[in-house]
């Protein structure tokens, strides 16, 4: 079965600067896709980016951005500019292709200090 | 527009009763799910659900039963509630075709306790 691994349970970031956080998967699987997922407070589960794993350029949703490593079965999402809007929980997914199964990691929660 | 909501935010129960909590969707999907997410906010589906059609069944309780009248709904039924039922529950929904990348999108979640 597909395991993802957050293996940040926890990461502060000042404000206006970067911080990346790791996401790691492992799948016997060629072709599936990848998301990060924010929860704020509120707990509504947002999309922030996705990547296919067959393309090799790296996703890149405005201030976010991935490193996905394919061969090395690892996906960072980068946070350029922190905002204090950007403290939330965040989760790695994986997505089978040929099958609709997502397998989630356990998060973590980012600080973003003033 | 809401696109997947949940009915009711918060549930406040006694062990032992039955409770539902209700998920509809207005984006035309043909895959829903429910997921559970617990205190140490680990995320794990549940169920899932293709054109009315259990498709996911992970290692459930048989006190949960999902149930689904047509593609745009997908109901949660507990019965015996046991403190352990406590969680956020989630549903979610997605185009749910093989070989696309769609996402999943999350209803706000139901906070349920059980005492």
């Known amino acids: 079965a597909q395991t993802v691994t957050q293996s940040q349970p926890e990461m502060s970031v000042q404000e206006a600067e970067t911080v990346t956080l790791s996401c790691t998967y492992d799948t016997s699987e060629s072709d599936y896709y990848l998301f990060w997922y924010k929860q704020p407070p509120s707990r509504q589960m947002i999309l922030v980016i996705r990547q296919e794993a067959y393309k090799q350029q790296n996703a890149t949703e405005n201030r976010f951005s991935v490193n996905f490593q394919k061969a090395a079965k690892s996906f960072s999402l980068k946070i350029s500019d922190s905002q204090l809007g950007d403290a939330a929980m965040y989760f790695c997914?994986?997505?089978?292709?040929?099958?609709?199964?997502?397998?989630f990691g356990s998060g973590t929660k980012l600080n973003v200090k003033p | 527009d809401t696109a997947v909501s949940q009915t009711p935010k918060y549930l406040v129960t006694q062990m032992g009763n039955d409770k539902s909590i209700k998920c509809e969707q207005n984006l035309g999907h043909d895959t829903m799910y429910w997921y559970k997410q617990d205190s140490k906010k680990f995320l794990k589906i549940m169920f899932s659900y293709n054109n009315k059609e259990l498709i996911i069944n992970e290692t459930v309780p048989n006190r949960f039963s999902p149930k689904s009248p047509d593609k745009a709904h997908l109901n949660l039924h507990i019965n015996s509630l046991e403190l352990g039922d406590s969680a956020v529950y989630f549903c979610a929904s997605s185009q749910g075709l093989a070989y696309d990348s769609y996402e999943q999108y999350f209803g706000p979640g139901t906070r349920l306790t059980v005492t």
């Open positions: 997914a994986y997505r089978s292709a040929d099958f609709n199964k997502f397998y």
